[in-house]
């Protein structure tokens, strides 16, 4: 019986069965690719956009309110923008303004008084453009008048008649954003929030139009 070292070789050591060369080893099997597809070049499918929900309109008890304050605010800019704007172009008559009331200290002083032009007259005209508490009963003043039926004589230059009614547009246009905000414009969408934004904006444009040809 002969021994075994252990300098013999591993496979002469392992039984003859499982001896086995590599040319004689067995080749995988082959897959079949049309039972198994390919799925290594497939597109992951995309995933769906998040579609917002429509948020809810405005709620009446606190739209109804807003929409009143603002649209009594642009009514307002409106009436005061209107005279400055004519002044401002050119239209009006000028005259005389002497003054015959000043109430009122600093910045809280007011004062009246007889407007006199060629065309017509107005026995109280309240001063405007200028500031009040610099004059006195009986004080003479050139000043411009849009119509007889005006309640304001501006007293000063034409710059500070573009800067009155500029303002006065300013003013305006942020009431229509208040009233689109009031209403929930925003929260439409498509050709309704179009045109409820284009309404908003343009109901105190309108109503500055409206006195526009009340002054002239």
């Known amino acids: 019986m002969t021994g075994i070292t252990a300098g013999d070789d591993a496979e002469a050591l392992a039984p003859p069965a499982q001896r086995m060369r590599p040319e004689s080893a067995p080749e995988p099997p082959e897959v079949d690719h049309a039972f198994w597809p390919d799925t290594s070049g497939a597109v992951e499918p995309a995933r769906r956009a998040r579609i ?22 642009a009514a307002f800019f409106a009436w005061v923008s209107a005279e400055p ?30 407007f006199a032009a060629s065309a017509f007259s107005v026995e109280k005209a309240a001063l405007a453009g200028t500031a009040d508490a610099e004059h006195r009963t009986g004080d003479k003043l050139t000043a411009r008048m849009v119509s007889g ?51 908003s904006l343009g109901a105190p444009l309108l109503l500055l139009l409206g006195n526009l040809a009340l002054t002239w």
């Open 149 to 199: 039926t005006s309640r304001f004589a501006y007293v000063g230059d034409a710059a500070g008649l573009h800067l009155r009614w500029s303002i006065g547009l300013g003013l305006l246009l942020l009431c229509g954003a208040g009233i689109a905000w009031a209403t929930g414009a925003l929260r439409l969408h498509g050709r309704a929030r179009v045109t409820v934004l284009l309404l």
């Open 85 to 114: 704007f004519w002044l401002a172009l050119g239209h009006g008559d000028r005259g005389t303004l002497t003054v015959t009331e000043c109430a009122g200290n600093g910045l809280a002083a007011r004062c009246e008084g007889r």
């Open 52 to 73: 917002k929900p429509p948020k809810d309109g405005r709620r009446p008890a606190l739209g109804l309110p807003l929409l009143v304050v603002f649209a009594l605010c």
